[in-house]
């Protein structure tokens, strides 16, 4: 079963314009949303992440948007490079009791973005 | 400081051959993860070692699969008798940090012939 689903699987957006990339999740357990970049032959870098406090996170031209009782989120790249070109994951956990510390993570499936310059 | 490191960053392999995979983590780290990625497919979560904790061992495919933690850093995934569906890229993950995020090695790819 998947928990997390992410769309769409290809986004193809010309340079400056914003690339919108959504997730859904099915486990209210979840409190911990985290995106993830990923270039050709590299292990997934952490690109931003939300914890669901917050309805927005806003670090430089990545945006994530949290809507809690829809159960989705979504990453907002702004003014988009060539450079952003990679495959961008969404994914989610669930603390532990008291809250220090996040198990595993669920990924979706993947999303490759291509900037067109 | 120095990132997560995997080795080896490419291994070729015979169908039936054992292998193993290793995973250097951030010093200080608390807890380190495995995960497998086919081609075209997303992350598959496969072990979790949290401190002294027994591990989460939910995400292994079989009991040809098998990791160990040492020492509370350096961790190995051994995979036994190899098959081709084995063939994928192995992720080790760091979790640590102000933050509590995970940071993900550059992975092992792992190919079965």
């Known amino acids: 079963q998947q928990q997390v689903k992410q769309s769409p699987q290809s986004l193809i957006v010309q340079k400056g314009g914003i690339s919108i990339i959504n997730c859904a999740y099915e486990n209210t357990a979840f409190d911990y949303f985290p995106w993830y970049q990923q270039f050709p032959g590299k292990g997934p870098a952490l690109l931003i992440a939300?914890?669901?406090?917050?309805s927005e996170k806003k670090e430089g031209r990545f945006t994530i948007s949290f809507n809690k009782s829809a159960k989705q989120f979504s990453l907002h790249i702004m003014d988009s490079q060539p450079g952003d070109s990679a495959t961008y994951f969404c994914?989610?956990?669930?603390?532990?009791?008291?809250?220090?510390?996040?198990?595993?993570?669920?990924f979706g499936q993947g999303t490759i973005l291509t900037v067109h310059p | 400081g120095a990132g997560v490191s995997q080795s080896p960053s490419n291994k070729v392999t015979e169908k039936g051959k054992d292998v193993e995979l290793r995973c250097d983590p951030i010093s200080g780290h608390t807890a380190l993860y495995w995960y497998r990625q086919s081609l075209g497919q997303g992350l598959e979560f496969l072990i979790y070692?949290?401190?002294?904790?027994?591990?989460?061992k939910s995400g292994l495919p079989s009991d040809r699969f098998s990791a160990e933690r040492t020492g509370g850093s350096v961790s190995t995934l051994t995979i036994q008798r190899t098959q081709q569906e084995d063939s994928a890229v192995y992720l080790c993950?760091?979790?640590?940090?102000?933050?509590?995020?995970?940071?993900f090695g550059p992975g092992t790819r792992l190919t079965v012939t």
């Open positions: 994914a989610a956990s669930y603390s532990n009791a008291g809250g220090t510390s996040y198990g595993k993570l669920t």
């Open positions: 070692f949290q401190g002294n904790s027994a591990p989460d």
């Open positions: 939300i914890r669901p406090d917050v």
């Open positions: 993950a760091s979790y640590g940090g102000p933050d509590y995020e995970q940071y």
